[in-house]
Each structure stands twice: as C-alpha cells, then as structure tokens.
C-alpha cells in the first residue's frame, strides 16, 4: 500500500554544484518563509564549520509542502569524505534529485553519489543548474548525463528521467533544457519530484518495522533516534522494542513516549507516523545507528546500513607537550576517547581501535578532510590532543597487498598545468584526461595512491596562489606502489624552552621557512620551521642579541622577517613525516618530533 500524500527525496550533487541553494529556494517557494521573515543563506548548512568551509558536512531534513503533498527533503554532502551521510540519506528516501553544473558538467562526486543511488534503485530527477552561467553548456551537459548512466549501468527505467534547468539562487525553473523566463518559479521542479519519485511503499496496518538511520541530541529530551517507517505506524504511547545490534540479548521493550516529525525547517510533537514518513523518537539512550524500532509483539530487525569502509587512519593521544593543559578542558584519555566513542555513534564510516598505548587511539575515516573536521570539531570543543600523520590501510587481496586508489579532478589556470603533471608524477599519479575549462581554466583529471595525495592539496594550493580547485574520491584498490616521495626539506627542531626572537629568525629564515613568528612560546622538540636541506637541523629559536658597546652599520642593521608560514590544522597534518605530531589545543596549532629530546631520537634510531 502507497501513501500518495508525501514523498522523500535527497538532493546529490559534486560540491558546490548547488544543493544546500536550491534547498533555500524549494524552502522559499513553498512559503516556509514569510515574507517579513529574514533569513540566511545555505540555511541547512547550520554548523560554524559547515558556514566557514562552504561545505555541506552533515545531512540534514527539511519539508515543504507543495499542492497538498507533503515533500520531505534530505540535504547531503557533495564531498566523497563524508559518503556515510550520503548512504545514511539514501536509505530515507525514494528518488533523488541530480544537480549538475550547467559548465562544469558531471564531477568525480557526481558520479559517486549517483552510482550509490542508482545501488538502490532510486529513480532521479536531474536539476542542470547555474544556466545562467556565462559559459553554460547546457546540451552538452545534458548528453554528458545520460552517458554517466550508462557508464554506470543503469536501468533502462532509470535512464527515462525529466531533466529541469534552473537558476536556483533566483529560483527559476523549467522544464528541459534551456535558460527559464525571469517570471518563472519553480513550480516545474515540484511538478517533476511528485510526477517522477514514487510515493513510498508500505503497509500502514503490517507489524511496525522503522530504521534508524541517523542520531542527535537534545537537552531537554536526550538521545534522538532519526529515521523512517518501513512499514506499520509509529504511535506516540505505544509499546516498541528496539532490535539493536547484539542480535544474542533480547530486543528492549520501552514505552514510546515522545514522536516528533519533520515540518519545514523544525521538528515537531506528532502522534504517528505512517509507512514511508520520516520520524524523530526520544527515550532510547541505548539507540544506534542501524537499530530498528519493532512491534512489540513480534519484533523483526531489518537488515543494517551497510556503508563503504575507512581507507585511512591516524592516531588521537594525549597531549604530552610541556605546554599541555594550558588551555584546554579536556585533556586526559579518558575524555579522548569518550569523546570518539560519542563520535562513532553518529558517524558511521569513522572507526576506533586500541594501540600498544592506553593513552594512544587509532581512527580511521575516509579522508584527510573528515578526520580534519572531526580534529577541528573536538578542538572547538575544549580538546587538547596529539595527532598523527594519516597513512593509508592496507588490504590483503588475492595474497598481495593493496592501497586505495584515488581519482583526483583539478580544476586550474592554464598556465598551471604543468605544475600539476610534474606534481602528480613522482607520487606515482597518471594523468587520464586533460579538458579546456572557462576563462582560461583547464580541468585535469588523474588517477594515484591514496598515500600519493597527501599534501597534494597544499602543494598545488601554494604553487597556484590559492587559484587551484581539487576535489578526489575513491576509486578502488591497486597493487602497493611502492616508497613515495613526501616532503623536500627537513625540520627546523627547536633545542630549548623560551620564547622566540627576532633576532633569532633572522638568521634561521636563511636557512629554511619559518612556522613561526617572534614572541612566541616554544619548547624543546617543536618544529618551528622546514629546513632548506632534507637534514633535520637543531635551532635556537630564543637566541637573543649580545649587547656591547660598538656601534657600526653592520652590527646595527634592521631585523626583516619574511611572513612565515602559517601551519593550519589541514597543512600540518599533511606535511608531519612518520616521527613528528601536530599538537592541537583551543588556541594552537604546533607540529613537534615524537620524541622531544634529541637523545631519546638518537636512541630511538638506534633500535
């Protein structure tokens, strides 16, 4: 049985395509803002993270209302780091909607986020945005879609889908290709979601089965359990059982004493919810992701959300700097690794294990940017810790070893792209498409080890002067590659505790490039600098001038510091070499060696 009153859709799209925009117009249209009402942009991307990146971190629900039919919207990441939110969405929904740039085309997380879709079998209905743009290729975009479902092997039912053009940060729409009328709204969107995805399927009177597919907390009200109704209906007061992931000990039987649902941008007090709708559940401390709220009477547990696993992992520890506990709240391992395990509840693809260490925390994720975000979230937070630098999991397949393979397009200037050929060659990396861009662009696509990619990134951000757009995701296992190149200079070690100089940094910035400015507070096995020579090289960061009484031009001359490099969270974790650790706190970033005294290092080597 259909419930033809609603419909669940996700948006999918490469980043920065236009989801989290064309959220804020479908909102606008559909009157969830009245007309006094002031509101911010990208109004789904509600974390300080998510606003400061531009990214779509979390996905998110919302719904509108559109001719009587109640349309829930699900907001997902374009970023392939974060592709266990977009299979977490999936699952709550019965169709989704493509966006694609109307110039750029199909991206590498286009066509990741498609073929999760299309693994599910959930009809589309592709949004060509930006036609406003004025280098839109419009058609050729179009034809570009059709072949990336066939490159993907869809359906031939799923390859019959309407294609609408818009503007939606003007909100204007239309029905194929072109550019909309500026008196038009987006009423041929909505048309299209209720005319192409499917109302959702289920038995309103069959035993209750209902998925939990996300977590958040409240307050006021707890642990919330976020998911949809397979079948049956949820009622507020009823008795439920919860069918957890220890299949062995019996599922909990609880009263089921507060249902909310999603009603345009909030959360609101329901008394059901029928087969197909989405739900938000409190009273279930023990709740998980993959859980499944069950009649009591007869509880049958649905199969679990299956999501892609890690392919990287680092270490979180505790911060043993001489600085440590300066200016964090949380310090010991303890609150470390309560933290992680809060983490893991809500993330499906991030994964924690011991080490040799107590005080030491393995975590996998599926990309540098995740596991930044996540070290990013617990500094604001009040953490201090150490971490690690990333290194790739290895797998054993057909009894030889394996490393993730990583597709990387790199959108730059023309004159670049030499740089990123004689980049991308020594990490082992082949270039499989070159394509002219707009405005003096091109659009390089390559293939490397996970491992080969490591600080690309930085690399091509500081040769391009910031001008470099990359985005990468998985793209399968390969063969061990071998030793790769990491970083050209070595680490400028500060030799002792103190606080450093100008006049110190004018002599070691001829040596090297500094992380670090004057009147800054350093210790013993900091690195405050990359040396010039591939040599780790001691300093006296807090040498200070002798004072005596000749005065000459050459001993009087002016202190002229370069600007030093500035070591963000995401650059030090990137450039750090296997015995080095970024120090985070609240207030610092600080990379340091393993071992803090060059004796210990010394001895170290040794063995």
């Known amino acids: 049985m259909a419930s033809p009153s609603f419909r669940n859709v996700a948006l999918i799209a490469h980043v920065d395509h236009g989801k989290t925009t064309l959220v804020d117009a479908m909102l606008g249209a559909a009157g969830v803002f009245g007309s006094h009402e002031a509101h911010v942009d990208r109004i789904m991307d509600s974390s300080d993270q998510e606003r400061e990146r531009g990214i779509t971190i979390l996905a998110k629900a919302a719904s509108v209302t559109w001719n009587g039919t109640k349309i829930n919207l699900v907001d997902t990441p374009g970023h392939a780091d974060f592709g266990g939110e977009v299979e977490r969405a999936l699952a ?62 869809a359906a031939d039912h799923h ?32 048309d299209a979601i ?99 709220i069950a009649d009591a009477a007869d509880p049958q547990p649905l199969p679990r959300i299956e999501v892609d696993e890690p392919v990287l992992r680092m270490t979180f520890g505790v911060n043993t700097s001489p600085l440590s506990g300066r200016d964090g709240r949380f310090v010991t391992s303890r609150q470390i690794k309560e933290r992680l395990d809060r983490e893991v509840l809500g993330n499906v693809s991030i994964r924690i294990g011991s080490t040799s260490s107590p005080e030491v925390i393995e975590v996998a994720g599926r990309g540098e940017l995740q596991l930044a975000v996540l070290i990013e979230s617990m500094r604001r937070e009040g953490y201090e810790l150490q971490v690690s630098r990333p290194e790739v999991i290895i797998r054993e397949i057909a009894g030889k070893p ?25 990490r082992k990396g082949q270039v499989t498409d070159l394509r002219p861009g707009d405005a003096g662009r091109t659009i390089v696509t390559l293939t490397a080890p996970a491992r080969g990619l490591l600080g690309f990134r930085s690399l091509l951000m500081t040769a391009t002067r910031g001008t470099a757009l990359v985005h990468q995701h998985h793209a399968g296992w390969m063969p061990w590659a071998g030793e790769l190149p990491h970083r050209q200079g070595g680490a400028m070690i500060a030799d002792r505790m103190g606080t450093s100089t100008g006049f110190a940094l004018d002599n070691l910035q001829k040596r090297g490039e500094l992380f670090i400015g004057p009147n800054t507070e350093v210790y013993e096995g900091m690195i405050i600098g990359e ?41 030090a974790i990137e450039w750090i070499s296997d015995d080095e650790l970024v120090e985070v706190t609240p207030h610092a970033i600080r990379v340091r060696k393993r071992f803090l005294t060059e004796s210990e290092r010394k001895r170290r080597k040794k063995r």
């Open 92 to 153: 709550l929904v019965d169709g989704v909607l493509l966006l694609v740039d109307a110039a750029e085309g199909p991206m590498p997380q286009t066509r990741y986020v498609l073929s999760k879709a299309l693994e599910r079998g959930l009809p589309a209905v592709v949004v060509i945005n930006k036609v406003d743009r004025a280098d839109a290729r419009i058609d050729e975009v179009a034809d570009e879609v059709y072949q990336l479902f066939f490159d993907l092997d």
């Open 159 to 190: 390859i019959e889908f309407p294609i609408i053009s818009s503007i939606a940060r003007r909100g204007h729409a239309m029905v194929g290709t072109g550019v909309p009328d500026a008196d038009t709204d987006l009423s041929p969107l909505f």
């Open 194 to 292: 209720v005319g192409t995805i499917p109302a959702p399927s289920g038995d309103p009177e069959a035993p209750l089965q209902a998925l939990v597919t996300n977590l958040d907390a409240s307050d006021y009200l707890g642990r919330l359990a976020i998911g949809r109704v397979v079948q049956g209906t949820l009622r507020s007061g009823d008795q439920v059982a919860l069918c957890h992931s220890n299949e062995e000990e019996p599922p909990l039987k609880r009263r089921l004493t507060q249902l909310l649902g999603f009603e345009n941008l909030g959360r609101v007090d329901v008394e059901e919810r029928v087969a197909g709708d989405l739900f938000v559940v409190a009273g279930f401390p023990e709740v998980e992701i993959g859980d499944t």
């Open 402 to 426: 394996q490393e993730p393979l990583e597709r990387a397009v790199v959108d730059v200037p023309n004159d670049h792209v030499g740089t990123v050929t004689q980049a991308i060659a020594p």
């Open 531 to 571: 040396a010039s020579r591939p040599e780790d090289m001691q300093v006296n960061p807090t040498k200070t001038k002798q004072l005596t009484n000749i005065r000459t031009h050459s001993t009087d001359e002016a202190i002229k510091l370069k600007p030093h490099r500035d070591m963000t969270l995401e650059l």
